[in-house]
């Protein structure tokens, strides 16, 4: 079967580092993604990864381990803005199946 | 400006009626989507659609319908049979292929009474 895992809730303190981790079990493996979700908001793209290793954008980081079937989300330099939800999510391996596989989100709490 | 919309954002509506969903966008992309969210259980794929006047049931498809009878326009219709459709309702698009990131509308928050 096809599944993703992540915590459920996280806390944390506006200025300090934080890391978001997904693991995914999928019959084969085309990359995956990192959304935020502000509540009562749309999920907005955070970034996407189909090679092993970290990419940066500003204050957000993603990394990818295919052979462990793991990802994580950094954040840095924390802000208040910065409470959401965050999403991974896997597309589809192969064929015409347009259907992403989400995780639940894991809840951020930034507290000052 | 390029985008995916969705209206109204806050709907109410009594106990036995069908109501409708719109979600238009306008960025040239062939597949679209519906998911609805619940509180603690993540998005739920309802029904997308790859192409023109077809469509596929996703994984909570009852008491739901779609028609996909232009590129830019994907409706969504909550029916009567729908037996808890108090939900957040979100629509999302993107271009063919799985590996694509997807584009969401601000939602429909739907609340029947």
């Known amino acids: 079967g096809q599944n993703i895992d992540q915590p459920t809730e996280m806390t944390a303190t506006e200025g300090a580092i934080v890391q978001i981790n997904c693991t995914y079990q999928?019959?084969?493996?085309?990359?995956l993604f990192w959304y935020q979700q502000h509540a009562g908001e749309a999920p907005t793209f955070l970034s996407y990864?189909?090679l092993d290793g970290l990419e940066e954008k500003g204050r957000f980081s993603s990394f990818l381990s295919r052979s462990k079937g793991y990802s994580y989300l950094l954040l840095k330099e924390l802000q208040m803005k910065d409470s959401a939800s965050y999403l991974c999510?896997?597309?589809?391996?192969?064929?015409?199946?347009?259907?992403?596989?989400w995780g639940l989100g894991t809840s951020l709490a930034v507290n000052p | 400006d390029g985008g995916i919309t969705q209206s109204p954002k806050y709907l109410f509506r009594k106990e036995g009626q069908n109501v409708t969903l719109s979600c238009e966008q306008n960025l040239n992309h062939d597949a679209m989507y519906w998911y609805r969210q619940d509180p603690g259980q993540g998005l739920r794929l309802i029904y997308y659609s790859q192409i023109v006047n077809d469509f596929q049931k996703g994984d909570i498809a009852e008491g739901y319908s779609v028609s996909r009878e232009k590129k830019e326009s994907f409706p969504l219709t909550v029916t009567s049979a729908q037996k808890n459709p108090t939900a957040f309702y979100l629509c999302?698009?993107?271009?063919?292929?799985?590996?694509?990131?997807?584009?969401f509308g601000q939602g429909t928050r739907l609340t029947v009474v």
């Open positions: 990864n189909v």
């Open positions: 999302a698009s993107s271009w063919a292929g799985g590996a694509t990131e997807a584009f």
């Open positions: 999510a896997v597309p589809p391996w192969a064929g015409n199946n347009r259907k992403l596989i």
């Open positions: 999928t019959s084969g493996f085309n990359g």
